[in-house]
C-alpha cells in the first residue's frame, strides 16, 4: 500500500524490491542515476600486430630471419597481453650429398591484468550482473568497494575497485627448434634426419593486498606458480627410391624417439606479515598454517619403428604399405606397444585409353584400409596406482600411542591399459574437369574405434570407484567434398570459388559389455551414452509448450501453474488414477525420449576471391555447422533462483509468459516444470551460418612504388566475425556465450 507521503514511484521501487538491503539502489532509481555497467566492462581493443623479415638466398645457401610484436586488447577490459616473437630459418648445401638447416623460433607473452568476469552461474563474478542504479563512482569519484549498498551486505561486485588492491604477472617463453641434415647417398638412397628440442617456462604470480576494506588476511595474499617443459623428439629416416622403365619404387624405414618432462610448482602464502607491500616478491612471512603447496612432475617417453613401400607402374596404378610399431611409456607395463599397418592403393584412371571425355582433365580413383591408435590420455600416470593424503591416524606400540600422518591409495592400477585403436576404410576420387577450371575431390570413409580409454565402475567393496580400461566401441562414417573453381578468368577480373563440405556420422556400438537379463547391452544414462546412437545425443523429458490460462486445473495435478512448461506424457503405464478417473502423470527416466545430438554432422565453407584490374583484391568467406541442438533452461525465466532479484542484481532482456502474453514459447517468472522435472531444459536448434571474414586488399602499381624505392606496399583490410543467421537467442550459436568482431587494417612493404 501507498504509504504516508510516498509518491508512487517510490511505492513502485519498494515492489521491485529496492529497499532494505537495496536502498542504495531505490535511492539512485528515484533520482533518476543510472550507471551503464557495459562501460566498465566492454571496450574497443586495439590489436598492433608489426612483423619484419629479411630473407635471401644462393645456390647453396639460403635464410630467413624475422621478428614481431604483438599488443593485443580483447573486448573485454583487463584482457591484454604482450609478446614478443623471432625466428631464424636457414638451409645449406655443403656439398652434392650433404645439406644441413635449422628451425628456430622463440616467443615471449606476458598478460597485463585479468579480464573483468562474466562469469554464467549466479555465485560467479559477473560485472554486467550489477544493476543500472548501482553506483560506481563516490561523491568524489573514486569507485566504490559496495556499488549495490554501499555496505558489505549485499554489497555488489566492482571488479575496478578491487583490481587496485591486485597484481598480476603471468605469462610463458618458449623456444621451439628443428635441426635437420640430409645425405644423399648411391644408388638412389637418402638419409635424412631432424631433432626438434623445445622449451617452454610458464610463471603466474598473482597477489591479493590484505588493505583491501573488510577483507580476511588469511585468504589474502600471494599466488605464485612455475612449471617448466621439455620435450624433444627425433627422427631416422632411409630411403631408397628407384625408377626402371615404367616401374617406381619407393621404400622408406624410419625411426622415431621422443621424452616428454613437465615440472609444476605452485605456493598459496596467506596472511604476510608484518606487511604484504612487497605484493607477490615477499612470501617468507605467510601464516604457515593458513598456506598450502602442490607439485606435479610427470615424465613420459615414446618410440616408434616404420617401414612403408610405394610401387607405381606408369604413373597410373599405385600401390603402399606401411608397417608401423608404436611404444608408449604412458601405458600398462603389459601393453606399452601395439602394431598398426595400412595398404592402399590408387588409379588415375584418366591415363587409360578407354577413358576418352572430353570434360575430363585427370581422374584418380583411390582406396585405402588401415588401423591406427590413440594415445590421448588425462593423465600420464593412469595406468598406475597413485597415493594420496590419507588423514592424521594413530596407533599403539609397546603400550604408548604414536600419531602419524598416513597415505593411502588413491587410484587403482591397470597394467594391461593399451592403445586405443581405430579400423579405417576409405574410398576416394580426386579430379580435374573442363580444362582445369574445375578440381575436386570425393570421399567416403568409415571408422571403427575399439578397445576406447574410459573409466570403468567398480562395485563399492573394492574400495574404488572407477578403473581406467579398455572398453567401447564406437564408429564413424561419412563423406567429405572438395571443390576449387576458376569462374572466372579476364585480364582485369578474376574470380575463384573454393567449397567444402562435410557429413559425419557417429554410433555406440558397445560399452561396458554388460548386458540385463534379456541380453541387451545396458546403456550409460549417467553420461548419456546410448548403445545405437551417437556420443552426445540428447536424451530428455520433451517440452511441448507452455500452460494457458484455461488449463490451470491439468497443471495443478502435477504441482504447475499456468506459465510453467508443459512437458510431453510419453509413458503412462506408471500414471496415477484418480477416484474420479483422472490420469495424472508420474515422470521419471521411462518419459525421457532422444531428441538429436549436440555434435554437429554437417559442415561446410565457402570463400571467394575477386582480383579487379590487377592490383585490387577482394574475398569472402562463409562456414556453417548443422544439425546439431542443445539443451537450455533459459526460457525457464528462473533468474531469480539465486536471489538475484531479490538482491537487486541487472539480467538480460528476456520475453516471459503473463496471462496477457500467452506465449508457448517462454516459461513465466520463476518457472517449474512438473512434478519429477522440475528444471526440465528446453531443446534448441543450433544450425548457423556465419560470414567470417571479408577482405579488401589495394597494391600499390610498381610505377609509384619505384619512385619511392620500394618494390612492392599492399594495404588490407579485413572484418572478420561480420554476422551470423541463425535462430538460437541466447548468444553465440558456437560458442554458447560471447564473440566479438574484429577489424583488422594492415600494410606490407617489400624492400
Not at 596472511?271 to 606435479?296: C, M, R
Not at 581405430?422 to 570421399?443: H, P, R
Not at 547391452?521 to 545405437?532: H, L, M, P, V, Y
Amino acid at each position: 500500500t501507498l504509504g504516508d507521503n510516498e509518491s508512487l514511484e517510490a511505492l513502485y521501487a519498494r515492489r521491485m524490491g529496492l529497499d532494505g538491503d537495496c536502498a542504495l539502489l531505490g535511492q539512485n532509481y528515484l533520482a533518476g542515476k543510472i550507471y551503464d555497467w557495459k562501460d566498465a566492462t566492454y571496450q574497443t581493443g586495439l590489436t598492433q600486430d608489426y612483423n619484419a623479415s629479411v630473407s635471401g638466398a644462393t645456390d647453396n645457401f639460403n635464410y630467413y630471419l624475422s621478428f614481431g610484436y604483438l599488443n593485443k586488447e580483447g573486448a573485454i577490459q583487463g584482457d591484454e597481453y604482450k609478446a614478443y616473437r623471432a625466428s631464424m630459418k636457414m638451409n645449406a648445401k655443403i656439398t652434392d650429398w650433404l645439406e644441413i638447416g635449422a628451425n628456430v623460433n622463440f616467443q615471449d607473452r606476458n598478460d597485463v591484468s585479468s579480464a573483468v568476469p562474466l562469469g554464467g552461474n549466479y555465485w560467479d563474478n559477473n560485472q554486467l550482473r550489477e544493476s543500472p542504479f548501482s553506483q560506481r563512482y563516490d561523491e568524489n569519484g573514486q569507485e566504490m568497494h559496495y556499488p549495490r549498498s554501499g555496505n558489505p551486505t549485499n554489497g555488489g561486485y566492482n571488479y575496478h575497485y578491487l583490481d587496485q588492491y591486485d597484481d598480476l604477472e603471468k605469462g610463458y617463453t618458449v623456444l621451439n627448434t628443428i635441426f635437420n641434415a640430409k645425405l644423399t647417398l648411391p644408388y638412389g638412397f637418402t638419409y635424412s634426419f631432424n631433432i626438434a628440442p623445445r622449451y617452454q617456462w610458464f610463471y603466474d604470480r598473482y597477489f591479493m593486498s590484505s588493505e583491501l576494506p573488510d577483507s580476511d588476511p588469511s585468504t589474502r595474499g600471494v599466488n605464485r606458480n612455475t612449471s617448466k617443459k621439455f620435450d624433444w623428439s627425433l627422427n631416422n629416416t632411409i630411403t631408397w627410391d628407384k625408377t626402371f622403365d615404367k616401374h617406381h619404387f619407393t621404400v622408406t624405414l624410419v625411426q622415431e624417439a621422443e621424452e616428454n618432462r613437465y615440472w609444476y610448482d605452485e605456493i598459496h602464502a596467506r596472511n604476510i606479515t608484518p606487511t604484504d607491500a612487497l605484493g607477490f616478491h615477499y612470501v617468507s612471512g605467510a601464516n604457515k598454517e593458513q598456506s598450502s603447496f602442490y607439485t606435479n612432475d610427470t615424465h613420459s617417453t615414446a618410440a616408434a619403428y616404420l617401414g612403408r613401400l610405394f610401387y607405381g607402374y606408369n604413373d597410373r596404378y599405385m600401390f603402399t604399405g606401411t608397417v608401423r610399431r608404436d611404444g608408449y611409456s604412458a601405458f600398462g607395463s603389459n601393453n606399452p606397444w601395439a602394431t598398426f599397418w595400412s595398404v592402399g592403393g590408387s588409379w588415375v584412371f584418366s591415363e587409360e585409353k578407354f577413358v576418352d571425355l572430353p570434360w575430363l582433365d585427370y581422374g584418380k580413383l583411390r582406396v585405402s584400409y588401415g588401423t591406427n591408435g590413440n594415445r590421448s590420455l588425462a593423465n600420464t600416470y593412469l595406468a598406475l596406482s597413485d597415493l594420496k593424503d590419507g588423514g592424521v591416524m594413530g596407533y599403539y606400540q609397546n603400550g604408548g600411542q604414536t600419531t602419524i600422518q598416513a597415505l593411502e591409495i588413491n587410484r587403482l592400477g591397470n597394467p594391461n591399459l593399451e592403445w586405443e585403436k581405430t579400423t579405417a576404410y576409405n574410398v576416394g576420387l580426386d579430379f580435374t574437369l573442363f580444362d582445369y577450371m574445375i578440381t575436386g575431390s570425393v570421399e567416403w570413409y568409415y571408422k571403427k574405434t575399439h578397445d576406447m580409454i574410459m573409466s570403468k565402475r567398480l562395485p563399492n567393496f573394492t574400495g574404488f570407484g572407477s578403473i581406467t580400461t579398455n572398453l567401447g566401441e564406437v564408429s564413424n562414417s561419412g563423406v567429405e567434398v572438395t571443390l576449387n573453381s576458376r569462374n572466372i578468368n579476364h585480364e582485369n577480373f578474376t574470380w575463384n570459388t573454393s567449397l567444402g563440405f562435410s557429413y559425419n556420422k557417429n554410433t555406440i556400438k558397445h560399452l561396458y559389455y554388460e548386458y540385463d537379463e534379456n541380453g541387451k547391452e545396458i546403456d550409460d544414462t549417467t553420461n548419456g551414452w546410448f548403445i545405437g546412437k551417437p556420443v552426445g545425443e540428447i536424451w530428455d523429458y520433451k517440452v511441448v509448450g507452455i500452460w494457458q490460462a484455461n488449463e490451470a486445473d491439468e497443471a495443478a495435478l502435477v504441482n504447475q501453474k499456468p506459465g510453467d512448461p508443459k512437458v510431453a506424457n510419453i509413458y503412462t503405464e506408471d500414471d496415477k488414477i484418480l477416484s474420479d478417473g483422472t490420469r495424472v502423470a508420474v515422470y521419471n527416466d521411462k518419459d525421457k525420449v532422444f531428441q538429436g545430438t549436440t555434435a554437429p554432422p554437417i559442415y561446410w565453407n565457402m570463400r571467394n576471391d575477386f582480383t579487379l584490374f590487377k592490383d585490387w583484391t577482394f574475398s569472402f568467406s562463409l562456414y556453417s555447422y548443422m544439425g546439431h541442438k542443445s539443451r537450455a533452461g533459459y526460457y525457464l525465466n528462473g533468474d531469480n533462483s539465486g536471489s538475484m532479484f531479490t538482491n537487486g542484481c541487472n539480467t538480460y532482456k528476456k520475453e516471459y509468459w503473463t496471462p496477457e502474453n500467452p506465449t508457448n514459447d517462454y516459461a513465466r517468472l520463476g518457472a517449474v516444470g512438473p512434478s519429477g522435472a522440475t528444471g526440465v531444459n528446453k531443446v534448441y536448434n543450433r544450425n548457423f551460418v556465419r560470414l567470417d571474414n571479408i577482405t579488401v586488399g589495394y597494391t600499390i602499381p610498381n610505377r609509384i612504388t619505384r619512385t619511392l624505392g620500394v618494390d612492392r606496399i599492399h594495404l588490407s583490410a579485413t572484418v572478420n566475425n561480420v554476422m551470423t543467421f541463425d535462430c538460437w537467442e541466447y548468444g553465440d550459436p558456437e560458442t554458447g556465450g560471447f564473440s566479438n568482431r574484429q577489424f583488422q587494417f594492415g600494410i606490407n612493404v617489400t624492400l
